[in-house]
């Protein structure tokens, strides 16, 4: 059961460098989501995508640009990274807010900026 | 601009007693979340609660939820070792309520 697959799982940067985070998943669901954990303020909304063809912006998306490719993947990318960026990012998804889908999540990116 | 805040952040209590984690928000949403992360994993679902007066229950957790009030608590019972955790709140929010929006989280440390 592969269900949220995000890569790399781990990602050293420079400065000014720029990565993009891969996510899939195979569970058909509509809605996708990229979130920040930093200690102590809980897990951040970057953008989402609430079905294919469609994203938007969540609480903290400067610096950072998506893509819904297809149904099934999610892309992150920085373009600059900058040292603030450094966090751990969870990919996420669910079949949709209605009817209170609960989110899955991958296993979390950990992205050090230097 | 939602607001989800939860307490206590930090939790430290001694196996076998009870304990109430708040979680407080700001808009007029029904449906209420909450997750377990352990140290370095994901976070996984525990419960989905998606009316007024609505709880559910799990082993030694149980939600409920007032949406009247803005306000669900996750109870733990007679607490055990094993549910050393992280727990969030989270929230849907938006104009479909299809972003989701996450408390700070409440860290549990249960000791012996």
């Known amino acids: 059961n592969a269900g949220v697959t995000q890569t790399p799982k781990f990602q050293v940067l420079k400065t000014g460098q720029s990565m993009t985070l891969q996510c899939a998943q195979d569970?058909?669901?509509?809605?996708m989501y990229w979130y920040r954990q930093d200690p102590g303020m809980g897990l951040r909304l970057i953008y989402y995508?609430?079905?294919?063809?469609?994203?938007d912006k969540g609480e903290v998306p400067n610096g950072y640009n998506v893509s819904r490719l297809n149904k099934r993947e999610f892309s992150l990318r920085l373009e600059s990274a900058a040292p603030s960026q450094t966090s751990v990012y969870f990919c996420?998804?669910?079949?949709?807010?209605?009817?209170?889908?609960?989110?899955?999540f991958g296993e979390g990116s950990w992205l050090t900026v230097v | 601009e939602l607001k989800v805040e939860q307490n206590p952040l930090f939790l430290s209590m001694q196996e076998g007693k009870n304990y109430t984690i708040y979680c407080n928000y700001s808009?007029?949403?029904?449906?209420l979340y909450w997750y377990r992360q352990d140290p370095g994993k994901s976070l996984e679902s525990l419960f989905v609660?998606?009316?007024?007066?609505a709880v559910k229950q799990e082993g030694r957790l149980m939600a409920s939820l007032d949406t009247k009030a803005r306000l669900s608590t996750l109870h733990i019972t007679a607490a055990v070792h094993d549910l050393s955790a992280t727990y969030f709140c989270?929230?849907?929010?938006?104009?479909?309520?299809?972003?989701?929006?996450f408390g700070a989280g409440t860290r549990l440390t249960v000791k012996p």
């Open positions: 996420a998804s669910r079949f949709g807010a209605s009817g209170g889908n609960t989110i899955y």
């Open positions: 569970m058909n669901h509509n809605s």
């Open positions: 995508s609430a079905s294919e063809g469609t994203t």
């Open positions: 808009t007029t949403s029904d449906r």
């Open positions: 609660l998606l009316s007024n007066g």
């Open positions: 989270a929230v849907d929010r938006g104009v479909n309520n299809n972003d989701m929006r």
